[in-house]
């Protein structure tokens, strides 16, 4: 006879902690955060990289609190969770007989762990979730205008926004420009119970109709009348993509169209939104109160068939205005919106440390021999948004008055300079300039070459979705004094792994220097 605690326990290691190739582990990370938690797909797809995040069934959860001893409980509002297990056990929670939820509640209170509920699309689903919200001990929503609603109900101030986000392992930038198989697509359902959002596809959707639109269909399986497009539209239908596949489809058009069920919320739009933008594509959308708020003119708007005529002539045409719009989404949501950001945002009201919150300072090393040099190598730094960072400055010239430059450096407690002999190689002065630096983060500046204000932010942001030791430039701008022309070197060698970038564009991770040198 079969031991059915031993069943359950070698099926919860197969499908909680199995090693998935196309993640490279949930959380490298040497001491995690550990979570139970209830989340649909989409949503455990992008938090599992955060933590140790292990899913919570509706048979098994009281053995995983008891094994795993969680931190805390997140549960979303979700519409399944794992394997289908919570339908019908978390929405309209007073409609239904399952005190699963409450009795699950009840036990992590009963062991002091913390319990965290996360409405993801209110304002619409509301009243859907607000009774299963009651029971917990904070409460997070994607809509700002419903905390004041939550605190009145509930009664008490745990109550928080958290908008959706983008998971820079999943949603990243890496070789778009490789993949590209056509101009515009849009992926998403039909909502006949949202007639605003049927409207709105027509001035979105049909006028890509003539730049071969492609249709990644959300509910192509389902087959069920209401969530059915209309004729018109079939044959633009590819068909229907699990998460992870339509993830890679993301990069591979110029534009992306975008239409929302929400448009009035300051902060609840399409998850959709985040991920594009992270992956560098360009999106063309109806109007949203909340994409507005937090990304302005990154997108571009439609309010009618006229509109987006106009935006998808231009964005097609105009390639250089794609590249401009792609970075900066991809700045706008490495830097302010990615799950790490939401992780940290609810450990932070729960008052839990994350322990993985690292030191992402850098040093930048900048080496001369030239007596005139020094303004345009403090203006560099000066002029770089990244905020935690310290320049250090070799010179390597022996003529040069090094307490002039001391003397000239004194305010600035963040700037350090050195001389070594002239006989010094530029290598021997790079590695000396390393020794001294206190961040774990290397960025080697030449000294005579132009580095924009968000250029080390963007190396910065490079590392949280590449697996890279080194990143840098292989396409750069190059001024061309003879003709007074300004020229992309190696265009269009961007986002990509590559064995060569140029010398003057390296940002390194210091713990490298440990087994080799300059």
């Known amino acids: 006879m079969k031991n059915p605690y031993k069943t359950y326990l070698m099926e919860y290691v197969k499908n909680n902690f199995h090693k998935d190739p196309f993640d490279n582990n949930t959380c490298n990370h040497k001491t995690k955060i550990k979570v139970a938690c209830i989340l649909d797909k989409f949503s455990y797809e992008c938090f599992k990289h955060e933590g140790d995040f292990v899913q919570l069934g509706t048979d098994n959860w009281q053995i995983i609190i008891d094994r795993f001893e969680p931190d805390l409980l997140l549960v979303e509002s979700a519409w399944e969770g794992y394997e289908n297990q919570w339908a019908n056990k978390i929405a309209n929670l007073h409609l239904k007989k399952s005190n699963t939820l409450v009795s699950l509640i009840k036990y992590c209170n009963k062991k002091n762990i913390p319990t965290v509920f996360w409405a993801k ?11 299963a ?78 730049y071969d639109l492609v249709i990644f269909d959300r509910f192509r399986d389902r087959n069920l009348k209401y969530f059915l497009f209309p004729k018109e539209y079939q044959p633009y239908i590819k068909g229907s993509l699990d998460y992870k596949d339509m993830v890679t489809e993301y990069k591979k058009y110029n534009v992306f169209l975008n239409v929302n069920s929400i448009n009035d919320s300051p902060t609840t739009f399409a998850r959709r939104v985040f991920e594009l933008l992270a992956c560098g594509t360009p999106i063309i959308s109806g109007y949203s109160k909340g994409i507005e708020n937090l990304f302005g003119d990154i997108v571009q708007f439609s309010k009618n068939k006229e509109d987006t005529e106009k935006l998808l002539d231009l964005l097609l045409k105009d390639k250089e205005l794609r590249d401009r719009l792609s970075i900066l989404g991809i700045r706008e949501i490495f830097t302010h919106h990615t799950y790490s950001h939401r992780f940290n945002t609810i450990l932070d009201k729960l008052g839990i440390e994350n322990p993985n919150i690292q030191n992402e300072g850098v040093s930048i090393i900048t080496c001369t021999k030239r007596p005139n040099s020094l303004k345009n190598i403090i203006s560099n ?17 022996d003529s040069i008055d090094l307490e002039l430059w001391k003397e000239v450096l004194k305010k600035h407690k963040d700037i350090m ?44 942001n490079g590392f949280k979705y590449t697996e890279a030791d080194v990143i840098g430039k292989y396409s750069t701008y190059a001024y061309l004094e003879s003709s007074k022309s300004l020229v992309i070197r190696y265009p269009n060698v961007e986002h990509q792994y590559a064995t060569f970038v140029a010398g003057s564009t390296l940002t390194i991770r210091k713990d490298i220097f440990n087994d080799m040198e300059f």
């Open 133 to 210: 919200a009651k029971h917990f001990d904070y409460v997070f929503t994607t809509d700002s205008d419903s905390i004041g609603k939550y605190k009145s109900i509930l009664n008490h101030d745990r109550v928080f926004l958290l908008p959706f986000a983008a998971q820079p392992k999943l949603h990243n930038p890496i070789d778009k420009n490789k993949l590209k198989v056509g101009d515009v697509a849009f992926a998403g359902g039909w909502y006949d119970k949202f007639p605003n959002r049927c409207a709105e596809m027509e001035n979105i959707l049909k006028p890509a109709f003539k």
């Open 417 to 460: 300079v050195y001389k070594l002999s002239e006989k010094k190689s530029l290598g021997e002065c790079l590695n000396f300039a390393i020794e001294m630096s206190n961040h774990p983060y290397i960025s080697k500046f030449d000294d005579d070459d132009y580095y924009g204000p968000n250029y080390l932010l963007d190396m910065m």
């Open 121 to 131: 699309e209110d304002p619409s689903d509301f009243q859907i979730f607000i009774e």
């Open 381 to 397: 730094y000066l002029s770089q948004t990244y905020p935690v960072k310290e320049l250090i400055i070799i010179i390597n010239k």
